[in-house]
């Protein structure tokens, strides 16, 4: 919590003219929207709780929810039916909210390598859906779960050398004041966004398969 409080102070501004002046400096612009600053703190620290507790939690509601089911339904022909379909549905839950992983065969989940870093800035939840959309891929990338490596390696290969000379379009900067005091800052996207984008995760794909032999997956998360 406290460092989730630290980033976030850390991206307050006293006035819309201080943060107007920051970003309209081509070297503040290019780190904002390469992703080298800014982030998505509540999607981040949702992401690092669900990491670092989320199996425990599952634990938890798996066990709560057979002591619920089993006092409440005095009828139940089968409760060990009912034992393996909650947990089947808990061994989902636990494939759901990795991310980045490796398959376990002897557990059945997804596990992250040792000694695994990402090497990419942090983007929005739009702005991922823009990239899968660009690539013909599920957006709906929180429910999609992994998908095969060599896979997304190929599919944002072709992709790049089929948009070689076609870079996405330019998108403006707008400021919207209409929400009843709020103001709304969309920082835009320079022309080529996408395709810069698409080659940043392309190049981080290769080098985690290089790094990591025995990943075989990967997935936004």
């Not at 970003?23 to 669900?50: P, R, V």
């Not at 379009?169 to 009843?180: I, K, L, N």
Request: hydrophobic letters at 35%; aromatic letters at 10%; proline letters at 3%.
């Amino acid at each position: 919590m406290s460092e989730f409080a630290k980033e976030t102070k850390g991206e307050l501004w006293n006035s819309e003219e201080k943060l107007v002046e920051h970003h309209s400096k081509d070297e503040n612009y290019y780190k904002l929207m390469n992703g080298l600053i800014g982030g998505n703190l509540i999607f981040k620290y949702k992401s690092i709780s669900l990491v670092e507790t989320g199996l425990s939690w599952i634990n938890f509601f798996e066990k709560q929810l057979y002591k619920i089911i089993t006092e409440k339904q005095k009828d139940i022909i089968s409760t060990d039916l009912i034992k393996q379909e909650i947990s089947e549905i808990a061994k989902f839950c636990r494939l759901k909210i990795d991310g980045l992983l490796k398959f376990n065969a002897d557990t059945k989940t997804w596990e992250f390598p040792d000694g695994f870093e990402t090497q990419t800035g942090h983007l929005s939840n739009h702005s991922v859906r823009e990239i899968l959309d660009a690539l013909g891929l599920d957006t709906d990338f929180e429910a999609a779960g992994p998908m095969e490596i060599d896979k997304f390696i190929n599919i944002s290969t072709q992709w790049l050398k089929k948009n070689l000379d076609k870079p996405s379009a330019e998108v403006p900067t707008t400021v919207d004041r209409s929400g009843g005091g709020a103001t709304m800052i969309s920082g835009g996207r320079p022309e080529g966004w996408i395709n810069r984008m698409v080659m940043t995760f392309n190049k981080e794909a290769r080098r985690i398969k290089q790094a990591h032999p025995d990943l075989t997956h990967v997935a936004f998360a």
